[in-house]
């Protein structure tokens, strides 16, 4: 059975949780190092990233996430900015992605918006919706784009590591969640 | 690709989502707005004055001075509220036209119009309103508010009337939850609620937005309750920056925020704050001086 777990300092906790259960796996808030030792992947749900951080590094949780290499790790708008090795004008946080991402890169709220949005590797359009969206600025070339809006990278893998600037989890959209699962399954299936 | 779609009700609600689990916090300067930051707060609320010295002045409260909100928009990456007076569309769009990202009408301020709330719908920013009740709140997802508060008893750093608010609406959401789809009209009746509205709240089994606790939180202990009774998330306003030490204090409410069902967390992040707001007994309180009252 897989286990995902969904980082829960604070933000769209509840709605990830909704999407993997709907998917059929089980799921575990995360909120301490030990929680970390159950999951087959971590799901860094959208927020504000600087509140996320001060909780994370007050929890203790920054350094063994960081250091961890083992576990598949999922981010949306401000799991993205976490999991990015660069952050404009920021310091980085789990440094996982080797890309530069820019913060509120599509203005403030009045400019937030949804749109239709094709992925590579997912056939259908994706439910996209943006919330003072992060872009990533540049990734090097290892890394996968995956989507764009007019030239602004939107999503990204590399590794075990999936990321994206919008908000799958306030939709009822399953592919990102899905794209993720298939991620861990090959994950599980290499460190047998 | 499509065209992008922007003020749907999925970004505006989607935006109240993301501040879940955190606390907002009334700010007057940049300064404090920096402080309210760095002790993780999801975002601040830009105003002339904090709602207990806005009891203090008397006279007519109204939308902040447009330079403090940008000072504050400047000073912080985190999302800046603002609020205007009930039924204000002027001040709604002055802010919407500056870019706050998420606009309070509010009875801490003056209210311009005693009979008509705003029509929020029409606007692409969301919105934040109070509610004592569900009737209330159902009103004001009516009319396109993106996310509920309690309204409390602002500037008393008095918890009971929050308390009362969050409890009254989560027991008439249950009610609802527990009746026959045949009495749902009934009720919407009794409770001048749109029956649109109170279907929409069966299906998802919840508020269809987010419901923050808000007026009177003056303690970390204050914040957990609130948490414990089910709000999403709070709203402190004179706490803070009333208290001896704002940041021990912002930080304190944070935490209390975050872990709020770990009480020896939250009895050790409480030891030596200094003394909290000075309170206002909710009883003592003339009619006309009560702010939860304004709107309906």
């Known amino acids: 059975m897989t286990t995902i777990g969904v980082l829960g300092m604070q933000g769209a906790i509840r709605e990830h949780v909704r999407m993997l259960e709907a998917l059929g796996v089980d799921t575990r808030v995360v909120r301490s190092v030990e929680d970390l030792n159950q999951i087959d992947g971590l799901v860094l749900p959208g927020g504000e990233s600087t509140a996320m951080r001060r909780l994370l590094d007050r929890y203790g949780l920054l350094e063994p996430l960081r250091d961890n290499t083992q576990l598949p790790m999922f981010g949306t708008c401000a799991g993205l900015i976490l999991l990015a090795t660069e952050v404009e004008g920021y310091d980085a946080h789990l440094r996982k992605i080797p890309m530069t991402v820019k913060r509120n890169a599509f203005g403030r709220q009045v400019d937030s918006f949804e749109v239709a949005l094709p992925v590579k590797g997912i056939d259908e359009t994706v439910e996209a919706v943006f919330i003072r969206a992060p872009q990533v600025a540049s990734v090097e070339p290892v890394v996968d784009v995956l989507a764009e809006v007019e030239e602004a990278i939107v999503a990204v893998r590399y590794d075990k590591y999936v990321a994206c600037s919008f908000h799958p989890e306030l939709t009822d959209d399953l592919s990102m969640h899905r794209y993720f699962l298939d991620v861990v399954a090959a994950n599980k299936h290499q460190l047998a | ?296």
């Open chain 2, 1 to 296: 690709m499509e065209k992008r779609q922007v003020g749907t009700d999925k970004v505006k609600r989607g935006m109240a989502e993301m501040q879940k689990g955190g606390v907002i916090m009334d700010v007057i300067n940049a300064e404090q707005a920096k402080i309210a930051e760095a002790a993780g707060a999801v975002a601040v609320m830009a105003l002339e004055r904090v709602p207990s010295d806005i009891r203090k002045m008397g006279g007519v409260a109204r939308m902040a001075d447009p330079t403090i909100i940008e000072d504050v928009m400047g000073a912080v990456s985190v999302p800046v509220m603002a609020k205007c007076r009930i039924g204000h569309i002027a001040e709604a769009r002055v802010l919407e036209s500056m870019g706050v990202d998420f606009i309070d009408e509010s009875e801490v301020l003056t209210p311009a119009d005693e009979e008509f709330h705003l029509y929020k719908r029409d606007y692409t920013a969301p919105f934040v309103c109070g509610a004592r009740d569900l009737g209330e709140a159902a009103r004001r997802i009516g009319e396109g508010a993106a996310m509920i508060r309690t309204k409390g008893e602002p500037g008393t750093g008095n918890i009971v009337e929050a308390v009362r608010h969050m409890r009254t609406v989560q027991a008439q959401v249950k009610r609802l939850l527990s009746m026959s789809v045949d009495e749902v009209m009934t009720e919407a009746r009794d409770l001048g609620a749109p029956f649109e509205v109170l279907m929409q709240i069966r299906e998802a089994g919840r508020l269809p937005v987010v419901n923050f606790a808000a007026g009177g939180i003056a303690t970390p202990a204050d914040a957990a309750l609130m948490m414990h009774l089910g709000a999403d998330g709070v709203f402190v306003g004179s706490g803070i920056f009333k208290a001896e030490n704002p940041e021990k204090f912002a930080r304190a409410i944070v935490e209390a925020t975050t872990y709020h069902d770990d009480f020896e967390r939250i009895a050790s992040l409480s030891k030596g704050l200094g003394e909290a707001m000075k309170g206002l007994d909710v009883r003592t309180l003339k009619e006309e001086e009560l702010m939860a009252p304004r709107g309906w």
